[in-house]
């Protein structure tokens, strides 16, 4: 999604921002002096423009002033991953991804300086950004920290907000892989292909899911499949059909802390994925739903 105004790739510019902990002063300060500026586009070269505080997609004409984006490296999260802040150049503000009183992720520009969030980047999850890059060392998504699996996405129209999205077909060629457990840590597995909620001991680790989400049908619900590790070519096969498959999709519902979930059947409105107070008992659908991870 983005190319550099150096010469550098922007794979190659984003990991010099890491630098090491005690770096040669001769060679590279110990902390930027300012941001780095860059030009942002998507595939479809629509470049990212500040239009009345709301960062927004469009070609390029005369009519738009260019918008450089500035970018400060978050050294308290995991490096290796590419932990960035980001904002418009010469604004007091900065990207951030935040949950909506109705459970929607948005894209907010916040006034925060983004060389403020740099020096006490303390609780700054919600203004950071992983940079992935892709084959191509100047093409890269922006993930979420605050919400792992949601990127930076622009509308397929001119002139549109950035938005939080899950990640679109060409970006999946693989599923997620998770562990899930209730709330009295009880495991899901997978036993004689029946889905029991087991508690976790040495003999029973409980299973890994692959997990991938249902384009069809309105992403601000996080609708998704669920499958067992091993049918991952069948899981693909869904993924790839453009059909709604509602029987074989539950919607992700959070209640504001993001490791709590619970999976409601999109088929089935109102029933969800529910486990038995006892263990090793058959996973079911239920009207209260069971919170699970």
């Not at 976790?200 to 309105?218: A, C, H, Y």
Request: hydrophobic share 30%; aromatic share 10%.
């Amino acid at each position: 999604m983005a190319s550099t105004l150096h010469k550098k790739t922007w794979d190659e510019d984003v990991a010099d921002l890491f630098h090491d902990s005690e770096p040669d002063p001769e060679i590279r300060p110990s902390v930027e002096a300012s941001p780095r500026l860059y030009k942002l586009w998507d595939l479809n070269q629509k470049y990212l423009f500040l239009v009345e505080n709301t960062l927004v997609a469009d070609v390029k004409t005369s009519n738009l002033p260019e918008q450089l984006i500035a970018v400060l490296p978050n050294k308290t999260l995991d490096t290796a991953q590419k932990p960035i802040f980001m904002g418009p150049e010469n604004k007091k503000s900065c990207l951030s991804c935040v949950k909506s009183g109705n459970g929607q992720y948005q894209i907010e520009l916040k006034e925060k300086d983004i060389m403020d969030l740099y020096r006490d980047p303390k609780n700054t999850k919600a203004f950071t950004f992983y940079s992935k890059s892709a084959d191509n060392a100047d093409t890269c998504s922006f993930e979420s920290a605050e919400f792992p699996g949601w990127f930076l996405s622009t509308s397929s129209e001119a002139k549109k907000p950035i938005e939080p999205s899950l990640p679109a077909p060409e970006m999946t060629n693989a599923p997620w892989q998770f562990k899930f457990w209730d709330i009295s840590n009880k495991f899901l597995s997978v036993v004689n292909n029946v889905l029991i909620a087991t508690p976790q001991n040495s003999n029973s680790p409980g299973s890994s899911f692959d997990v991938i989400p249902n384009t069809s049908l309105d992403p601000k619900r996080n609708p998704i499949f669920i499958g067992a590790d091993n049918h991952e070519e069948n899981i693909m096969i869904l993924y790839r059909t453009p059909e709604k498959f509602k029987n074989f999709t539950f919607y992700s519902k959070s209640d504001g802390r993001p490791e709590i979930c619970t999976f409601e059947s999109a088929e089935f409105p109102g029933w969800f994925i529910s486990t038995s107070s006892e263990p090793n008992k058959p996973i079911g659908l239920s009207q209260k739903g069971g919170p699970e991870n």
